[in-house]
């Protein structure tokens, strides 16, 4: 079983470092796309939801392109190190980029289901924008919100192509469950590779049964 | 106290707000669609689009001459809409003192448990929201406003749905509140018989464009005559210059060289609008001077048509002068052969000056 428990830990800890970087990000632009018209919104729009589209691949080819030495977040550029390539840094890296479009796109559908009428009504009842951000704003929006947090951690959990290509596949370094799967496959472990399908099917089951339940309507509004 | 003189770009229909009444007890009056809940959030700080300038008790709310715009939040409203915008994740006591933070530093603090009792809601405080009735969704958003100590009350169309003994306790407590605190309050309507109630002074709001102003029982006897008119299809309101004005009777210019007498106050200079029924306009083939009646003005007919309330009469659409002003007569059929009553005709209108009465005082260049 600890070899089961290794891939386990290591995408727990990436989907979670995952999930703190793209969050907050994810939130604000998707708060901004649903709240705002600017200029270049839908080009904005577009690179976005790129890694949606592109073969993960390809992201994490230019990912490992990007953070080579010379590269234009390398060494020689940033002058500092961020030792990120064959480290579950890096895989945390790949995995965001991966889950930053599904989240953002969660949150602004969460964010457009909140009437900004209700916000402006707590204006006229003396409340700024922050407060009205998050004395109505948020809490309305908190289960869809919600269900973006555990996309993006479904996300993470299961991304491969990216993370292979930037954090390598390493026993116990950057090895996630995902990884594992591929490595016993490839190298006949076939007893092992089904133990780890089952605990990422568990995984998975868990997330998407709650993001079900939370984005189904209450029976209180019907 | 409230100076209002904005306009709101609305896509293909343009919102235009001057009124700047004395009054703390203010109705806005008009049809729906005439722009009454859009005037309504531009002076609560809900219109981002509103443009010009918005004043409250010496305070410049809006200014967009000199960029101010003052947020929804330092206004110091309690705003009523027409769909109450209650926040659904609070129960109905968290709503009511959604402005109490407010409440306890603004000027005005109408106190809580008296609002709960006559608004009948103290037993709700601890539902959810989704759980009342519409009537008591809309005592909860009024009891909300009023908690939060506002310096202005904007009601839309409050009364609206509640049954007739509650909405007579809701009106009694709304005119107490304005007696005992001071609270002005801003009144929407399409119904005159709320506005009558709680406003002294009003506006009449008519496809985006206050058409009349002045004290409630004037606007609202002449938009009650105009709604009465409109539903029989035909009314005159003609804008004219007054030139003279005393003992509540006005002479006032057409146009240079075309005078009317009328009923009404106002001063020299003035541009007012004036109501005249077309039952009271007589037609004549002749300029007939031996009639009491004072007003007698050529026209061209323009249009002669069946009243839609088919009753045997006709209306008849005539242009007075070179500014082609539109007066409609309404007359019996049987009229319509005797004079000859077809476009292009020249006949003479004629009405007595108790007919025509001052509807709206636009505030001419004398007075400004």
């Not at chain 1, 600890?2 to 989907?15: D, F, G, R």
């Not at chain 2, 005078?259 to 005249?276: C, K, N, Y």
């Not at chain 2, 007359?331 to 476009?343: I, T, W, Y």
């Amino acid at each position: 079983m600890e070899s089961l428990l290794s891939p386990l830990l290591i995408s727990l800890q990436v989907s979670f470092a995952t999930l703190l970087l793209v969050y907050p990000p994810a939130l604000l632009l998707g708060l901004l796309l649903s709240r705002r018209t600017f200029p270049g919104k839908s080009v904005v729009e577009t690179v976005s939801a790129l890694p949606l589209v592109l073969p993960p691949t390809a992201i994490g080819y230019l990912l490992l392109v990007s953070l080579a030495r010379d590269g234009p977040l390398g060494v020689k550029a940033l002058g500092v190190d961020l030792d990120l390539l064959l480290t579950w840094k890096g895989a945390t890296i790949a995995a965001a980029v991966m889950a930053f479009p599904l989240v953002t796109r969660a949150a602004r559908v969460a964010f457009e289901g909140v009437d900004p009428r209700l916000e402006g009504m707590a204006r006229t009842l003396g409340y700024g924008p922050l407060r009205t951000f998050a004395r109505v704003t948020l809490p309305l929006a908190r289960r869809g919100l919600l269900a973006a947090a555990i996309l993006g951690f479904s996300r993470a959990l299961g991304e491969f192509g990216a993370t292979v290509i930037v954090a390598g596949n390493i026993p116990g370094r950057t090895q996630t469950l995902a990884l594992a799967i591929y490595a016993d496959l490839q190298s006949g472990h076939d007893r092992r590779a089904m133990a780890l399908v089952a605990l990422t099917t568990g995984l998975a089951f868990a997330a998407v049964w709650i993001v079900e339940g939370l984005l189904r309507p209450t029976p209180r509004r019907a | 106290m409230l100076e209002l003189d904005f306009h709101v770009p609305l896509g293909g229909f343009d919102l235009r707000v001057e009124w700047r009444p004395e009054a703390t007890a203010l109705g806005l009056f008009g049809p729906s669609g005439s722009g009454k809940t859009t005037a309504l959030e531009s002076i609560a700080g809900l219109q981002p689009r509103a443009m010009g300038s918005i004043r409250f008790a010496g305070e410049s709310w809006l200014d967009s001459d000199r960029g101010v715009r003052w947020p929804a939040e330092e206004r110091g409203v309690g705003y009523v809409p027409q769909d109450l915008r209650l926040f659904p994740h609070w129960s109905v006591g968290d709503n009511i003192r959604a402005g109490q933070a407010r409440a306890a530093t603004a000027a005005v603090d109408p106190p809580l448990p008296r609002v709960l009792e006559v608004l009948e809601i103290g037993h709700l405080l601890d539902r959810p929201i989704g759980a009342l009735s519409g009537g008591e969704q809309q005592r909860v958003a009024v009891a909300r406003a009023l908690a939060s100590g506002p310096r202005l009350l904007l009601l839309d169309e409050p009364l609206t749905g509640l049954d007739q003994p509650l909405r007579r306790r809701v009106l009694d407590y709304l005119l107490r509140v304005r007696e005992e605190f001071g609270v002005p309050t801003l009144h929407v309507s399409h119904d005159l018989g709320d506005v009558r109630l709680l406003a002294t002074q009003v506006a009449l709001l008519k496809d985006g464009r206050v058409v009349a102003t002045g004290r409630s029982e004037d606007v609202l006897e002449s938009a009650a005559l105009a709604q009465s008119a409109r539903e029989a299809g035909f009314e005159n309101l003609i804008t004219a210059t007054v030139a003279t004005g005393h003992d509540g009777w006005i002479e006032a210019d057409l146009e240079p060289g075309l005078r009317i007498a009328a009923r009404g106050e106002a001063a020299s200079g003035d541009l007012v609008t004036l109501a005249l029924p077309a039952a009271m306009v007589l037609l004549a083939r002749t300029p007939s001077t031996d009639l009491s009646a004072g007003n007698r003005l050529e026209a061209v007919v323009e249009s002669v048509r069946a009243s839609p309330t088919g009753n045997g009469m006709v209306d008849v659409l005539t242009r007075v002068g070179a500014r082609h002003t539109s007066i409609a007569a309404s007359v019996l059929a049987a009229s319509v052969p005797r004079f000859e009553l077809k476009p292009g005709a020249r006949v003479h209108l004629i009405f007595a000056a108790h007919a025509c009465r001052v509807v709206a005082d636009r505030q001419g260049s004398s007075k400004v």
